[in-house]
Structures are given as structure tokens and as C-alpha cells.
């Protein structure tokens, strides 16, 4: 089956954009100050002849995607060799179709062969994870989408359905066992809220090394104008929702910091807090005691704890552990976990109820992710990967039409406010939260709406240029 609104891409190009942490910033056991982004264009031809270019970008967060004791200026040059490798790999791609087609294909065909190439030098303990290829692959991904709804005048949100798709959904996703769910006849859009809403409620992410009070202040704090304690944060941008960073491996740390900082949004009218227990708690009870003692002894805490994020490790098929009686006591979100749908199944066969979904995991992985746990009953969240500039705006739109249990994770604001000045000219509302929520109402046209003529933003010389 083929439609005449089908694509392949033609060309690509590629830049590394730097960033630096105004903050530290804690990631599981690394904490980072710096990082680089990939910027990625890609052009698409229609059946037609006619030419398009499409622009993604995604954070290579190397202490988040590949957890690893080499060092991260190490990791960092490997997935930008990655990307480089794929820039080649796109461009000779000759598949043709709907970019969720496409993408699919790409994600089950040349991405594994562009890591195996990546680790085939590497030893054991140095090998880059799948979690690294999807990263590093989800700039180009964003790119397709976008490419393809510029070539067609189109908001690429509204081609997620039968009118542009050769396939439906059952093409890829199979339901639960014993799931009374259909996936035949069935698109991502008849998932997907409609109209999207315009505003966000904006969560703020308090890491690990956040000062809380003006005892944690040491004097080495920036002086730009930007908050540095959290309750500056709260007044300042009017924020109603916390993401709580704890350690996972030291249970009255993460009790006092979860009270300490729970005790602090109350005083300031914040509403919503959520626990990232980083991945690190190998054993349900650890978790289950913090918060059966919350009930006890901070019940006001306890309530407002919305869901609780990732406290068990990446790996979901080598850790099978049930995790029931922790979503029994509060919604549980996979994160690290749920790089595609077949993991989502897992997940939820253990007891997850919740998806975290990211762009960084790819736009057309996000999507099937999206409507197989909506399918499945399961509660959907878009988490940040820190994501400024570009990144920033397909991110917040994956939010907006997913429908999460609560606004959207965003916190590039906080560690590199500056970075995205070219494009917060043009997008202010997204760039900054104002009285708690982000502003999507400036985002518009066709593709995610970048609008990217408007951005006075000077590149660096390209890793890879267009043909």
C-alpha cells in the first residue's frame, strides 16, 4: 500500500550544540555541568519531486542515556560518532511513506547495525546501550515528522491518522494478553487530545544538589538574575508542581529531603509533588516504607504525591520485579524503563501503571508507546530530558496532545536559561513558565511549528552538511 503523500529522505545534516549548566545538575550517581546538543536537519522528497527540510535536536545527556563509570566527556564523543553514523544512514535510507512508517523501519533496521558498528571496538564494560542509539536517533526522527509536514502545509500532529498513513496501529502493536483491545482500524490521532490545549501546568525538577534554604547556600552561586532556592523559583514563576530527585540507596535522606521539600511547597501553595527515585532501589519494601511512614507522619505530604517515578533499574527484562504493592499505594511511572511499547507490556504485567514518555526516545516511539498504554488504561506523563531550544517544542507538544495525568516536566530554564534566547524571541510562553504553566499558543504552521525563520540562532560549523 502506498499513498501519494509518501516520503524518503534525501539528504541530512548535522550540529553540536554546546550547553553549560548554570547549576549542577545530579544524574543518578554523576553529576554534570555540561552537555552538548544535537541539532539535526533532514530533507524529504514526496513522490511528487518536491523538496522539504525538517529540523529536530535532543540533548546528548550522557549520565542519563548511558549510566557508565567512563567518563562522560568519553561517552559524549561516542554518541556524537553515533550521530555521525546515522547522518550517513538517513541519507541512504530508501525506504518510503508515513514518517511513523518510516521511523519504525529505520528504529528496527539501521539503528541496531549503527550501534553494533559503534560497540564493535568497545569492551564489555563499555558498551553504549539501546537507550544511547534511541537518543542519538531521535533528532533525525523529530526531523522526519517535521520535514514531512512542511512538504504537505500541515501541522504534523494532524497526519496521524487514515487520510495520510498506509497502516493502522496493528501493523506494530499487539495487545496485552487476555486485553479485550484492538488495535485494527485504529491511528495515533484517535488517541491524541484534540484541540490541544494552549497552556501546560509546568512541573519544576528540585535535583538532588538543590538549595532548598538559604543554610545550603555555599556563595559559589551564579549572580544572572535567575533564581537559586527553590522557594525563589516558586514565587517567581508561580509554580503549583515539584519533581522530588532522591538517591534510592539512603532511605532517610530520601525521607527528610521528600518531608523537607514537601513541608516547603505547602508553605508556598504548590500543590503536586512526584518522587524520581533514580533508578537505584532494587527492592519494592524500600520504597513502600517511605511512603507508608509519610502516611503516618506527614499525611498532607503523602497526599499530595501525584505518582511516583522509576525507582527500579533500566533494564526491565533482566529486573522483573514485581512492583504491585508500590501502585498499589500511589501511581507508578516507568521512565528509563519504557523505550518502546513491548517494554510498556512488560511494565505493566509487573504492576507499572504509568508511562513517562519522552521525545528523546524518538517522536514515532513516543507515539506507539502513547497508544498502546492509552489502549491499555495505563496514565501517560511527558518527562524533560532538560530539553532547550528546538528540543523544547516538540516536547511540550507531545505533552499537550497526550494528555498526561498532569502538565509537563520542564526544567531547561533552570540549568541553562540563556541557551534558548533566539528561540524564546519567537516562542516566549515555552521558555519561561509564568503563574505555573508553560504557553504553547505562539507554537503554530505547518510541521511542530517551529516557526524557525523567525530564530536568529548562529550554528556552528556543521558535523555533517547537506549534500
Not at 561517552?75 to 512508517?101: K, M, N, T, V, Y
Not at 542509539?133 to 502545509?153: K, P, R, T
Request: proline fraction near 7%; charge should be negative.
Amino acid at each position: 500500500m502506498s499513498k501519494s503523500t509518501d516520503v524518503r529522505v534525501v539528504d541530512s545534516c548535522l550540529y553540536f550544540l554546546p550547553l553549560e549548566f548554570r547549576l549542577p545538575l545530579k544524574f543518578g550517581t554523576e553529576t554534570v555541568t555540561r552537555a552538548s546538543c544535537a541539532r539535526v536537519g533532514l530533507r524529504v522528497e514526496g513522490r511528487d519531486g518536491r523538496i522539504a527540510e525538517g529540523w529536530g535536536e535532543t540533548p546528548l545527556s550522557v549520565s542519563w542515556v548511558w549510566p557508565s563509570a567512563l567518563s562522560c566527556e568519553a561517552r559524549e564523543q561516542a554518541l556524537q560518532g553515533l550521530c555521525r553514523d546515522l547522518a550517513a544512514a538517513w541519507r541512504s535510507f530508501a525506504e518510503r511513506g508515513h514518517p511513523i512508517e518510516v521511523g519504525h523501519a529505520f528504529i528496527e533496521g539501521p539503528l541496531p547495525a549503527c550501534l553494533k558498528r559503534l560497540n564493535a571496538q568497545r569492551a564489555a564494560d563499555a558498551q553504549a546501550p539501546g537507550l544511547a542509539a534511541l537518543v542519538c536517533n531521535s533528532a533525525f526522527d523529530l526531523a522526519l515528522h517535521d520535514a514531512y509536514g512542511i512538504l504537505h502545509d500541515a501541522p504534523t500532529y494532524e497526519t496521524y491518522n487514515a487520510a495520510w498513513m498506509n497502516r493502522d496501529l496493528a501493523a506494530w502493536l499487539t495487545p496485552a494478553e487476555g486485553a479485550e483491545v484492538s488495535f485494527a482500524g485504529r491511528y495515533p490521532r484517535d488517541f491524541l487530545v484534540r484541540p490541544r490545549p494552549a497552556r501546560l501546568p509546568a512541573w519544576h525538577l528540585v535535583g538532588g544538589k538543590d538549595a532548598v534554604d538559604p543554610s545550603e547556600l555555599t556563595g559559589t552561586e551564579p549572580k544572572d538574575g535567575h533564581p537559586v532556592l527553590l522557594r525563589d523559583w516558586i514565587r517567581r514563576d508561580g509554580l503549583k508542581c515539584l519533581k522530588i530527585k532522591l538517591r534510592g540507596n539512603d532511605a532517610a535522606w530520601d525521607y527528610d529531603r521528600t518531608v523537607q521539600i514537601g513541608r516547603a511547597a505547602i508553605e508556598e501553595g504548590v500543590d503536586w509533588l512526584t518522587a524520581d527515585f533514580n533508578c537505584t532501589v532494587t527492592d519494592p519494601s524500600y520504597v513502600n516504607a517511605i511512603l507508608d511512614r509519610l502516611v503516618i507522619e506527614e499525611p498532607r505530604i503523602y497526599g499530595m504525591i501525584l505518582y511516583v517515578e522509576q525507582p527500579f533499574p533500566y533494564d526491565l527484562e533482566s529486573n522483573r520485579i514485581d512492583v504491585h504493592s508500590v501502585s498499589a499505594r500511589k501511581p507508578l511511572f516507568m521512565d528509563e524503563s519504557a523505550h518502546d511499547w513491548h517494554l510498556v507490556r512488560l511494565g505493566r504485567s509487573l504492576g507499572w501503571t504509568g508511562v513517562a514518555l519522552k521525545t528523546c526516545k524518538t517522536q514515532t516511539g513516543a507515539l506507539l508507546s502513547l497508544c498502546w498504554a492509552k489502549a491499555h488504561g495505563m496514565t501517560l506523563m511527558v518527562q524533560d530530558l532538560t530539553n532547550p531550544m528546538l528540543a523544547q517544542v516538540p516536547h511540550a507538544l507531545l505533552a499537550a496532545h497526550a494528555g498526561t495525568i498532569m502538565g509537563v516536566e520542564t526544567n531547561a530554564m533552570q540549568f541553562y536559561p540563556d541557551v534558548s534566547a533566539p528561540e524564546a524571541a519567537v516562542h516566549p510562553g515555552l521558555y519561561r513558565r509564568r503563574e505555573g504553566v508553560v504557553d504553547l499558543s505562539t507554537v503554530r504552521g505547518p510541521g511542530f511549528g517551529y516557526r524557525l525563520a523567525e530564530m536568529r540562532r548562529v550554528l556552528p560549523p556543521p558535523a555533517a552538511a547537506f549534500g
